[in-house]
T-cell receptor, first 113, second 112 residues
């Protein structure tokens, strides 16, 4: 089955700095890679995703890159703000498969004002 | 459009007691899921339902049962709660076209 590794487990940055979270996956058949943000006391919410036919996707201050050859993908947050503080999860799944994404263990991002 | 709703928000049980966690979605999604979240362990899949009338085990199904009552509702039952089942439980549904999962707000369960 698929295995997703996520690093780092915690990340502390100053407001305005950039933050990068990295994930690797094992199953070359995986072709959909979403990122979820979980604020304290709430359920995870999708913030950005990328499919395997695209190498990079950007939405305002957040971007995701995908390297299919190396089987890794990353979340980039620029100009971080205190409200970016949350737990971020990456996931991988195979479109047309079982619709069961495999999640990384999460990264706790703390943005210090 | 409420999305995914879960009840209760918080529950305390004694070892051996039973309870059912309720989940409902109003987005007409076929697939629904139950996860548990423990510190440092991420989201672990307990059971899922690919469509109405079907359920399958996930990564950590022991001690749990599920019922897909209809397309909207997917419940999780603990027949005899154990302290190891202390966790935060999330229900989710999936838009298969976009493959996006929508999560409920969670149920925090404490088993004494």
């Amino acid at each position: 089955g698929e295995n997703v590794e996520q690093h780092p487990s915690t990340l502390s940055v100053q407001e305005g700095d950039s933050a990068v979270i990295k994930c690797t996956y094992s199953d070359s058949a995986s072709n959909y890679f979403p990122w979820y943000k979980q604020e304290l006391g709430k359920g995870p919410q999708l913030i950005i995703d990328i499919r395997s036919n695209v190498g990079e996707k950007k939405d305002q201050r957040i971007a995701v890159t995908l390297n299919k050859t190396a089987k890794h993908f990353s979340l980039h947050i620029t100009e971080t703000q205190p409200e970016d503080s949350a737990v971020y999860f990456c996931a991988a799944s195979n479109s047309g498969g079982s619709y069961i994404p495999t999640f990384g263990r999460g990264t706790s991002l703390i943005v210090h004002p | 459009n409420a999305g995914v709703t879960q009840t209760p928000k918080f529950q305390v049980l004694k070892t051996g007691q039973s309870m059912t966690l309720q989940c409902a979605q109003d987005m007409n999604h076929n697939s629904m899921y139950w996860y548990r979240q423990d510190p440092g362990m991420g989201l672990r899949l307990i059971y899922y339902s690919a469509s109405e009338g079907t359920t399958d085990k996930g990564e950590v199904p022991n001690g749990y049962n599920v019922s897909r009552l209809n397309k909207r509702e997917f419940s999780l039952r603990l027949e005899s709660a154990a302290p190891s089942q202390t966790s935060v439980y999330f229900c989710a549904s999936m838009d298969r076209v976009q493959e996006t999962q929508y999560f409920g707000p969670g149920t925090r369960l404490l088993v004494l």
